[in-house]
């Protein structure tokens, strides 16, 4: 079955390293997202790619990189992390079959930064 | 004001009762809704998405739209204690292909008293 993943599940960093969290899903999907969920800000959107090449920032992108070297993957990069990005990331895909698609989400990443 | 806002709850609804999820959206472009289910610690799962104006039904739940109000809204109809989750409201702009980020409410919890 099409799965997307997401690894490390928990990750215990420190201050100022560089940190990547994978996504990979098996939909061949051609959109992908990045999210962050905090207690009273709900999940927001971090960066999105809508094809192989594409990247986007979302409402909150500093600090925060992606490439999209092909379909499957969207690594999210912390360059220099920050205990303001203690979240839990949820990666997600859609098909892009249009704005009304289901946008499947993996099962998270719980990120502390010390 | 919040792009999507939403009661961030508890509501506490009796075993068998009917329990009504609302959400507001600012932008009046929006043309597309959907309501995701979270149970804790686990990642957002779609249980409905909503195009038109009026009502939709899917099994025990309904969503309801009214673009004229910026209102759109999910109702559980006999409430299991399984439906204790916290439900996401979630804003596409637009119907189109290159246009399928979505808008995040922050979320209501609900609790089932059995």
Redesign the interface.
């Known amino acids: 079955d099409a799965e997307i993943t997401q690894s490390p599940r928990h990750k215990i960093t420190e201050t100022g390293r560089q940190v990547t969290l994978a996504c990979h899903q098996t939909w061949n999907h051609n959109?992908m997202?990045w999210?962050r969920q905090d207690l009273?800000?709900?999940?927001?959107?971090i960066h999105?790619s809508?094809g192989v090449q594409d990247t986007n920032k979302?409402e909150v992108s500093d600090g925060y990189s992606v490439s999209r070297s092909n379909t499957e993957d969207l690594p999210l990069t912390l360059e220099s992390a920050a205990s303001s990005q203690t979240s839990v990331y949820?990666c997600a895909s859609?098909g892009?079959q249009?704005?009304?698609?289901?946008?499947?989400?993996?099962?998270?990443t719980r990120l502390t930064v010390l | 004001q919040k792009e999507v806002e939403q009661n961030s709850g508890p509501l506490s609804v009796p075993e068998g009762a009917i329990a009504s999820l609302n959400c507001t959206y600012s932008d009046r472009v929006s043309?597309?809704f959907?309501w995701y289910r979270q149970y804790s610690g686990?990642?957002?799962?779609?249980i409905m998405?909503i195009?038109s104006n009026g009502d939709k039904e899917d099994g025990r739940f309904t969503a309801q739209l009214n673009k004229a109000s910026q209102y759109v809204s999910l109702l559980i109809r006999d409430s299991q204690p399984s439906d204790s989750a916290t439900y996401?409201c979630?804003v596409?702009?637009?119907?189109?292909?290159?246009?399928?980020?979505?808008?995040?409410?922050?979320?209501t919890r609900l609790t089932i008293i059995p």
């Open positions: 959109n997202f999210y009273g800000h709900g999940l927001r959107l999105y809508y979302g949820f859609s892009g249009g704005a009304g698609d289901t946008q499947y989400f993996g099962p998270g | 043309q597309s959907f686990k990642s957002p799962e779609l998405s195009y996401l979630a596409n702009r637009g119907l189109d292909f290159g246009n399928e980020k979505l808008t995040f409410g922050t979320g």
